[in-house]
Structure formats: structure tokens, C-alpha cells
């Protein structure tokens, strides 16, 4: 028998069959410190399937872990009911297919949405076949229209028929999903299950792409007909100015992200580059300014959340992510240029981006390599889209060279 056996057995015992069950592919620092936490807390038991064997053991040795809210004053909730599943592995596809799964969520990394459609394809086959009923699919990745791209992954892997019944049975519903949950660390020696997490937190889901109810309720879940504004509001502002604080925080030589933002230069960056996406949003969506400046200030002290010691490192991870067309960097940036609106402090960002230099992340160490083969001009083009003749690429140009100097100072 082999160590997935024993998971296997270990699972089969877990749960009362007809228990509403969910299926959670990640089982990362957002898996276990809020998707996963809020579905058990709201009486699902939880199958994290991963990749990562460790983790998977873990989670099948312990009973419990805690969830520690990082806050003024601190709190510690205590979760039960789940188990680890390896997700490559045809057991994940067996707990997808029960008729007690139901919904299936993920916390992967946007990138990593193809890899796991294989086997939600093949667990929502089994499930078709055996009758089971229908379910809803979120995916929690930081991107815009997560949850559709990974219903298109799935699409491929079946056949026409297949897909007519996907359609009326699935809900490959997109959302917004916001608590910063930082790299756990050393610091939870006596559980490594257990994580860090700040107080606040918000998961907005699209009810019109549901095609079940979500049953039991997830306490703290928001359903609404408006997600667009919520997602943008979020990835724009939020992990904007996340991300563009990590990117500066690099090249002054912080670690952290409160430390980083304690630097009056940056917090004024970034706060400028709030304001600007804040004007195209506040001009798309039709948000009131003065409400729109009290979530900038509410984000920006989140940041500076002391207890988080969240990494510069774990923020910026990623690059190429960060810099693609719709994502939080050129996403207000385009939508601000749209409307005709300033982006000075946005390009900044977008400059800082190019020097974040971190040897082992796979998509820095490209982006640096790119620099040096063909020079910044055309890598900041490539990258943004942006022509070397438009005021965007003068912009990013002119405070890539400043922020270039200064790192080097
Ligand atoms: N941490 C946060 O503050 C936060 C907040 C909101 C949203 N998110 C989003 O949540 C997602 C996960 O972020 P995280 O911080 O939890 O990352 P993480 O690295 O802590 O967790 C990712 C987990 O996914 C697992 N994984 C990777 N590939 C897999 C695969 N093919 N199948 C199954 N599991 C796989 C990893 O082993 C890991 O356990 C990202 O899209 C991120 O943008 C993170
Ligand atoms: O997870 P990423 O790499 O898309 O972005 C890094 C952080 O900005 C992000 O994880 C935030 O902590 C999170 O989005 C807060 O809700």
C-alpha cells in the first residue's frame, strides 16, 4: 500500500455520506486561510486536493489548525472538518463526482488554472454519469473572469454532449476574493497548517452564472449581479497598489510591505496611483469620489497592517502576471488613458515592475534576461503594448531611468 492509499482510506471515513461537501483545489495561505476556512466554518467538509504531497499528509494528520486574525486585537478561530487529496490523482476526481460535493472552489494561481482542468473535467464526466446533480465551480484567483477561463479549460476535455449538460448543470461562477493571507513563515512551528490572516475580508461571487443553490449559505459570501465593478474596484485599487508598493519597496531595499509603505516617497506613489485608477473607475463604474478615497485610505492602512510581515517578495511575485493587459497594473492604466485621465504615478509603477529583480522567481529572472537581451525601450513596448513614440511609454521610460539610479545609489 502506498502513502496515497492510506489518504484515500483515511478520507473515506472522514465525512457522514450526504454531508455537503466542497472540493478546494489549493490548499496554499488563501486555501486554508479563508476559502477553506469560511466553507467549514459554514458546515461543508473540505477536500483540499494539492500537488504538494507534504501538505496533503499534513492535512490528513491533524484534526485541526488555526486561523490567526493578525489584528489590534488578536484571535484565534479553530477549523475542523477536511481532509487532503492529492489532485493529480483519480481520487479527487471520485470526491468531485460525489453527490455531497457541492461546489468546488480553487486558490491555485491563475497560471495554474490549466493544470488542474483535467481533472475537474473528468470528475464532472463521472458525476454526469452517476447521476450526482449539478454544482457551482469559483475559482479565487486575482484575475479578471478567473472562474470562465477555467470553464473554458474544462470545456476542451469534453465532448459536445458532455458540454450541453455542463451548461445547464455547472455554474462556473467569476469573483472577487479579498483578505491578504501572508506567507505563513516559521511561525507556526507546532502546526504548519496554521496561517496568518488580516481581520478583513470580502468574497463577492456573480449569482446570474450559478446553476445551484449554494447550500449551506458561506457565511460571508456576498452574491450580486454587479460583479464587474467589484472585481475592478478590487484589482485595481487593491492589488494595484499592492503590487506597486512591492515594486518600489524593492528598490529601496525593504523587505516587507508596511516597512515599505512607512516611506513617505512610496506612500505618495502609491497613493497617486490610487487616485488615478480611482478617477477611471470612479468614471467607468460611476463610484462617489469621496467614498472611493475612504477605500484607497481603508487599503493603504490594511498595508500597513504591522502584524502581517507580509513579503515584498510574495507581493510582487510574478511579474509577467502583474504586467499582462487586463491585470492591475496596465488595467487602469488603459482604462485611465481611455477617459484621458493622468497616469503619472501609475507609469511608475509600471517602471518599478522592470527592476524588480528576484533570483528565485521563474518570471522576474525572464523579465531581467528580456531587459538585458533587447534593452528597456523595447521591453517595456513588448510588454505593455505601449509604442516607443506614445507619452505611456515616455512616461515609464523617463521614471524607469530615476528609479533605475536610485537602486543603485
Ligand atoms: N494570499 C493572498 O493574500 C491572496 C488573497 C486573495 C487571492 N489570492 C489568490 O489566491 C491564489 C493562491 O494564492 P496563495 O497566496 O494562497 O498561494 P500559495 O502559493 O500559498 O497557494 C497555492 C497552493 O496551490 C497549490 N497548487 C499549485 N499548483 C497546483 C495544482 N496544479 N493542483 C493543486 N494545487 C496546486 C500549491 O501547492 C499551494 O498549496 C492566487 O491566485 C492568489 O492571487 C491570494
Ligand atoms: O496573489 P497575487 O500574486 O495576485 O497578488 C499578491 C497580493 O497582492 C495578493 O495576494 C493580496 O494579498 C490579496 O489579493 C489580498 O486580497
Known sequence: MTAWDTVSITLMQGPQANHPQAVHFGAGNIGRGFIGALLAESGYFVVFADVDKILVKELNSHESYEVHVLEKAERTEEIHSFAGVSSRADEVTHFIASPSTRLITTA?????????????????????????????VIACENMV????????????????????????SIGFANCSVDRIVPAPGSSHPENPLDVGVEGFFEWVVDETALRAPIDPPVQGMTLTG?????????????????AITAYLGFIHGFDQIDQALKNKEILEDVRGALRESGAALAKK???????????????????ANPKLHDDVERVGRQPLRKLAKGDRLLGPTIMAREYGLSIDHLARG???????????DPQSVELMEKVDQVGIERAVAEYTGFGVDSDEHRKILSAYKELEAMKYE
Open 285 to 303: 463604474h460611476g463610484f462617489e469620489a469621496k467614498e472611493h478615497e475612504l477605500y484607497i485610505e481603508r487599503v493603504l492602512s490594511r498595508f
Open 350 to 360: 509600471i517602471a518599478a515592475a522592470f527592476l524588480f529583480d528576484v533570483k528565485d
Open 226 to 242: 454587479s460583479l464587474q465593478a467589484y472585481i475592478e474596484r478590487k484589482l485595481f485599487t487593491l492589488n494595484c497598489g499592492h
Open 108 to 136: 491555485v494561481g491563475p497560471n495554474k488554472l490549466e493544470k488542474i482542468a483535467p481533472a475537474i473535467a473528468k470528475g464532472l464526466k463521472e458525476r454526469r454519469v452517476a447521476n450526482a446533480g449539478g454544482l457551482n
Open 145 to 168: 473572469g478567473q472562474t470562465e477561463t477555467l470553464g473554458r479549460y474544462v470545456q476542451c476535455h469534453l465532448s459536445q454532449e458532455e458540454n450541453a449538460w455542463l451548461s445547464d
